[in-house]
């Protein structure tokens, strides 16, 4: 999409042709590092309005996070900030609370012809997901502000609706803007004359999304006095970047976790890996889940649509049922699937790495297999640009996140493992590793664990499968495995899409009568044609080997723990955290009989991470 066709007002943001001179002054810009001794505060100490600290508590959250912490008092100062902060710190709140009690005080006054803050988020289901954070403070303080959220699939005349009653705030990706300077439906001097902060959410995915252009487009009429903040999760030149495209002098925020080593992923995720073959990754999900040695609710990475319904397949022949979530799907499905899981109507998400949709998009293009043309000419199955799964959404009370494909980059496997851990609960991650992706693997490690730490292991073994137990299921697996053919993957396939345009269409009827609500329209149901046989659906007790048994009934008398104990949200505190990690069988038991809490000396370690356990399992706990 071209630049919008106008002459930028006076005042406008130098473009990145001026970036040498924006870089000098950053340079001498203010550069907090937060220090874990630092006392901590709550939401009134940081100076927020009593509607909001109402409206957080009305939620469950009650005390702020480190980098709501740091970025509040900041943003309320009215500086450029950019925060980097982990996956799942609660980088949203920190700059929306802010950004809302500075229109509070303005709600009073005319309105603006184009809204005075926007939000730029790299998907369309992170649009989702900040607008729905934004509308229930909105509606919880009270207050007279209107958000509304933009994405270049909707119709001009929605868009023109949406923008009809002036909104404050507005929620959208970048390619959204040129494309509405396009239609006419918003006009760049009126932005210029209106807009007083701009977000960059998640900034180190939306040069990566392919936004560069459309940036340019928006920062050539954001007007100097425009408050600007850039939150990431990563450091990477794309954030640089976009620093010196759009930033003045910011206050930079890089929150460090107690010891003098970053670690990007939060300490209260558990990193697991298991060595298996490519072929035996089936048989290892299988184990996983069949056994029930980890924790509900999980997701599932692959890297190709395909493999997701294999796997699917798959796992339905054992009575596991699971949801599909790629970039193929319709937006409204997408939106409802993940609202589903988010609500707990299922606990298993197979969910496509974003990062691969350009490989499936020539995959799709070059397969003209004749089985598939009739579905293909029929569903022209098409990936979705701003499509994003992995990245920045909050996928609620997670507690494992499996990689059954590797990412294909360690920035990749951060954002993954990110998607469990959120806020202050904690989590767990378990990678299938084949030897051919044994060397990213590594390189993750290295990253992972840092400069001069090269030998520690952040990514142990998984200590809960012996190898008798993942051995019991072979037969089975192997059996099952060989009748999901590639055929049937295919149909499946155009199966699921057929469903999901037909669900679409009354999803879309459905969400415009009731926005907020959930129907029954199921993801999770079977595609194969044949019911699941009874001897797969129940493993019988003598296949299953005593010491796995041992860990699924602690995995399981620890979920029935955790679910008792769940308070919602936030009061969240160093009490309520060792009391779950106490029940938390990944932290404090190995198949291989010691039930030691920390340290599992003595236990044979295996680096290899096949089956056996190491009891390092027990990694030492921080706090975020
Ligand atoms: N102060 C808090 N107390 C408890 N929960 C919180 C708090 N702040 C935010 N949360 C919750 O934590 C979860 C993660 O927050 P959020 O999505 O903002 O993280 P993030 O830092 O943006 O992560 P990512 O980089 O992956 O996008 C959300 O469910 C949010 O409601």
Redesign the pocket.
């Known amino acids: 999409m071209g630049k919008a066709k106008f002459k930028p007002a006076d005042d406008v943001k130098p473009e990145v042709e001026e970036a040498e001179e924006v870089e000098e002054q950053r340079d001498g810009g203010e550069v907090a590092e937060e220090e874990e001794e630092e006392k901590e505060k709550s ?1 009134e100490e940081l100076g927020l309005d009593p509607r909001l600290i109402r409206a ?1 508590s009305k ?7 480190p ?2 912490q740091t970025a509040i008092p900041y943003i309320l100062e009215g500086k450029d900030v950019v925060a980097r ?10 700059y929306l609370l802010p950004l809302l009690q500075k229109l509070f005080s303005d709600s009073g006054r005319k309105k603006k012809p184009a809204p005075c803050a926007f939000v730029l988020v790299p998907s369309r289901e ?1 649009c989702q ?1 900040v607008y729905t ?1 934004v509308s229930w403070l909105i509606e919880l303080c009270r207050v007279q502000i209107k958000a509304v959220q933009l994405t270049s699939s909707m119709p001009v005349s929605d868009m023109r609706n949406a923008l009809a009653g002036l909104p404050e705030i507005l929620v959208t990706t970048p390619a959204c803007i040129p494309k509405c300077f396009a239609d006419g439906v918003l006009d760049p001097a009126a932005i210029s004359e209106s807009l007083e902060i701009l977000v960059l ?2 900034a180190d995915l939306l040069l990566s999304y392919g936004y560069e252009d459309n940036l340019r487009s928006v920062t050539s009429i954001v007007p100097r006095r425009c408050q600007c903040l850039l ?3 990563t450091t990477s030149s794309d954030v640089e970047k976009l620093k010196k495209l759009i930033l003045h002098n910011p206050v930079v925020l890089t929150l460090q976790e107690g010891s003098d080593k970053e670690e990007p992923v939060p300490s209260n995720v558990q990193q697991f890996w298991i060595s298996c073959s490519a072929q035996d990754k089936l048989l290892h999900i299988l184990a996983l889940l069949k056994l029930e040695v980890v924790q509900k609710k999980v997701l599932i990475f692959i890297n190709t649509i395909d493999m997701g319904f294999k796997l699917k397949l798959f796992l339905e022949k054992f009575g596991i049922k699971t949801a599909i979530l790629n970039g193929e799907l319709p937006q409204n499905s997408r939106l409802h699937i993940l609202e589903q899981f988010n609500a707990g109507l299922f606990d298993y998400l197979i969910a496509t790495d974003d990062n691969n949709q350009t490989k499936e998009k020539e995959e799709v293009k070059g397969d003209d297999n004749k089985d598939n043309k009739k579905n293909k000419r029929r569903f022209k199955p098409k990936l979705d640009a701003e499509f994003g799964v992995v ?4 996928f ?1 009370k997670v507690h494992t996140v499996i990689n059954y494909d590797m990412p294909q980059s360690v920035t990749g496997y951060i ?1 993954r493992i ?2 469990t851990g ?4 904690s989590g767990s991650s378990v990678s299938l590793v084949s030897p051919g992706e044994m060397e990213g693997f590594e390189e993750i490690k290295s990253f992972l664990a840092g400069e001069e730490d090269k030998d520690s292991d952040i990514i142990t073994p998984f200590p809960l499968l012996t190898e008798n137990a993942v051995e019991s299921l072979r037969y089975r697996a192997e059996d099952v495995a060989k009748s999901v053919t590639k055929i049937s993957i295919r149909e499946s396939r155009a199966q699921d899409l057929r469903n999901e345009i037909i669900n679409s269409e009354k999803l879309k009827s459905h969400f415009e009568a009731n926005p907020r609500d959930l129907d029954l329209l199921k993801h999770d149901k079977l595609l194969s044609k044949t019911a699941p046989s009874p001897h797969l659906r129940d493993i019988p007790e003598y296949l299953v080997d005593p010491k796995t048994q041992e860990a699924s009934k602690m995995v399981k008398l620890a979920r029935a723990a955790m679910g008792n104990s769940r308070r919602s ?2 009061g ?1 505190n160093t009490k309520k955290k060792r009391s779950r990690k106490g029940g938390d069988p990944l932290k404090t038991f190995n198949a291989n009989g010691s039930k030691r809490g920390r340290g599992g000396g003595g236990v044979g370690q295996k680096k290899d991470g096949k089956g056996s356990s190491d009891g390092s399992a027990n990694k030492k706990q921080k706090t975020v």
């Open positions: 939401f957080l939620k469950g959250i009650e005390k702020p996070t980098i709501q902060a982990k996956t799942g710190s609660g980088k949203t709140l920190a992170l997901q954070e959410d998640e939150m990431s999760a990245r920045g959404i909050d609620k954002h990110g998607r959120r806020a202050y609960s949200g936030g969240n």
